[in-house]
T-cell receptor, first 117, second 113 residues
Framework: AQTVTQSQPEMSVQEAETVTLSCTYD???????LFWYKQPPSRQMILVIR??????QNATENRFSVNFQKAAKSFSLKISDSQLGDTAMYFC??????????????FGKGTKLTVNP | DSGVTQTPKHLITATGQRVTLRCSPR?????VYWYQQSLDQGLQFLIQ???????AKGNILERFSAQQFPDLHSELNLSSLELGDSALYFC????????????FGQGTRLTVV
């Protein structure tokens, strides 16, 4: 079974600075997807960024980027120029490569990020 | 706004009761997923429907059931409720059976007293 571990229950950062959230996972699969979701106080789950395991290039979405280390099974999220609106719970998630159907998302426990003014 | 609508937003009920949570997926999305978020278990996948048929099953209790109707909305039925069922229940939808484009609703907060 796949597991996702987020070792930082809480983090804080000053506005405009950079912060990195850690995520490690365990799997025997070679093809899979990794995700970072953001859950602000509104409770909405928002997809931040997605990485396909077969792609060596790290995914980037504006101020959000990942450091994907497949051999180390590590998938960290870097937030640059942090903004107050980035305050939220961040969840790392894993999904096996779908084969003829769909696969469930396996989530980590989350990291609570606070951006301070 | 993700386009996924869940009702009700909040629900308080007593132990032993039965409730129904409703989800309307984004227009055109065929797949609906249900997740449970609790403090001790985190986010757990419950079940997925695709175009009216059950496609995948996760950690869903026998007291829980779901269905997807011809208009593609879905309902999650929770019966014989226990205190431990108190959680946030999310619905997500995607255009196909592949999960990589799933969009989440705002969830239903269920409190069992």
């Amino acid at each position: 079974a796949q597991t996702v571990t987020q070792s930082q229950p809480e983090m804080s950062v000053q506005e405009a600075e950079t912060v990195t959230l850690s995520c490690t996972y365990d799997t025997s699969e070679s093809n899979y997807y990794l995700f970072w979701y953001k859950q602000p106080p509104s409770r909405q789950m928002i997809l931040v960024i997605r990485q396909e395991a077969y792609k060596q290039q790290n995914a980037t979405e504006n101020r959000f980027s990942v450091n994907f280390q497949k051999a180390a099974k590590s998938f960290s999220l870097k937030i640059s120029d942090s903004q107050l609106g980035d305050t939220a719970m961040y969840f790392c998630a894993f999904m096996k490569q779908p084969q003829g159907g769909s696969e469930k998302l396996v989530f980590g426990k989350g990291t609570k990020l606070t951006v301070n003014p | 706004d993700s386009g996924v609508t869940q009702t009700p937003k909040h629900l308080i009920t007593a132990t032993g009761q039965r409730v129904t949570l409703r989800c309307s997926p984004r227009s055109g999305d065929l797949s609906v997923y249900w997740y449970q978020q609790s403090l001790d278990q985190g986010l757990q996948f419950l079940i997925q429907y695709y175009n009216g048929e059950e496609r995948a099953k996760g950690n869903i209790l026998e007291r829980f059931s779901a269905q997807q109707f011809p208009d593609l909305h879905s309902e999650l039925n929770l019966s014989s409720l226990e205190l431990g069922d108190s959680a946030l229940y999310f619905c997500a939808s995607s255009p196909s059976s592949l999960n990589t484009e799933a969009f989440f609703g705002q969830g239903t907060r269920l409190t069992v007293v």
